[in-house]
């Protein structure tokens, strides 16, 4: 039975279970899987920056830098039967974007790689987590057929669904698409997460952060401060700086005195003036920790490189409580097998 942490349960059942993590990036997602009891043998990811902090974190993970389109699973026996394969691609182009010149074909290719892992590695489960748009649009319509067709043909039922972190207590509206796949018609069992009550709003997340330095203006800003975050994105790590996302986004941070072109090096310090009124300068401006605390990371995950590194990881990243309750909906499945 589940037990209770706080808002957090955790499965009590002292039986884990072994997983493969691909792109696995700043380990959101192989975070909330460990928590749900799976243990990662493998974590491949292609960033130098990434497979650093998951080494700071977990020294016994196994983790390795590499292109998924160049893994041969048949290089290690340890691989062959996991219970669960999981990906976090990299993030499909949404159909609101329209600033990717080049689209969306190397994810799809990526993709397409973690589907050809199947028959080498043959999973009980398969997770495959990105974009909504993956799941509900028509634009990707022919890929998610493809992606059936294969697994259907390996014996794999496959299911597609979205979800919203905010029900699973990330202080954050941030949307997932998800590829579900269990071997052998145990997919019949699966039963979506229960939804967990609301979470609490950015001030009451970051009130404390925000007052560590002295700020005497921290209890107002975080009175204020009372929505959800919107969504974080962690952008490209070929080009650009470190912000909280698009012009609707920045929009939306605004309203909640905070700027949200720019990542600050530290907290406001005693003498900060807050005057939102007066536009960005006035605005308190989020550092790499309380975007990482925003985006359900505990506050002692280290993460490696620079402030612009650090966030991209962090925007990337699957919020490990999402991780978490999908982790335990596929383990109740596994566990009746």
């Not at 960033?47 to 290690?76: G, I, S, Y």
């Not at 026996?77 to 499909?92: I, Q, T």
């Not at 949307?175 to 019949?188: E, P, Q, S």
């Not at 009451?204 to 952060?209: P, Q």
Request: glycine share 10%; hydrophobic share 40%; proline share 8%.
């Amino acid at each position: 039975m589940p037990q209770e942490h706080g808002s957090t349960q955790y499965i009590s059942s002292s039986k884990r279970y072994r997983s493969i993590e691909l792109c696995a990036g700043a380990g959101g997602l192989a975070l909330g899987l460990e928590q749900a009891g799976f243990d990662p043998v493998l974590l491949l990811d292609n960033v130098d920056f990434p497979c650093r902090t998951l080494h700071l974190n977990r020294p016994q993970w196994n983790v390795r830098k590499m292109d998924l389109k160049e893994f041969d699973p048949a290089e290690d026996e340890r691989l062959y039967d996991v219970d669960l394969l999981s990906a976090g691609l990299p993030r499909v182009q949404a159909s609101a974007t329209n600033t990717r010149g080049r689209g969306s074909d190397l994810e799809l290719e990526l993709l397409k790689a973690a589907i050809w892992l199947v028959p080498g590695i043959q999973p009980r489960a398969l997770l495959i987590e990105n974009l909504p748009d993956l799941v509900t649009k028509d634009r990707y319509a022919a890929d998610r057929e493809h992606a059936e067709k294969e697994l259907e043909h390996l014996g794999y039922d496959v299911r597609w669904f979205e979800v919203n972190a905010s029900d699973y207590g990330v202080s954050q509206v941030r949307r997932h698409g998800i590829m579900l796949a269990f071997k052998g018609g145990a997919g019949d069992g699966f039963r979506m997460p229960q939804v967990l009550p609301p979470p609490p709003p950015v001030g009451a997340v970051l009130r404390d952060s925000m007052a560590s330095r002295g700020w005497k203006q921290a209890d107002e800003w975080a009175a204020q401060a009372d929505q959800l975050a919107p969504t974080l994105v962690g952008g490209s790590w070929e080009r650009g700086g470190a912000d909280l996302g698009p012009t609707g986004s920045k929009r939306l941070w605004a309203k909640m005195g905070v700027n949200g072109g720019t990542v600050a090096d530290a907290p406001p310090g005693p003498d900060f003036h807050w005057a939102p009124e007066n536009g960005p300068a006035g605005m308190v401006a989020l550092t790499v920790p309380q975007v990482a605390l925003l985006q359900g990371f505990p506050a002692d995950w280290q993460l490696s490189g620079r402030k612009t590194n650090q966030y991209r990881q962090v925007g990337n990243a699957t919020p490990p409580p999402v991780g978490r309750a999908l982790g335990q909906a596929i383990r109740r499945v596994l566990e009746r097998s």
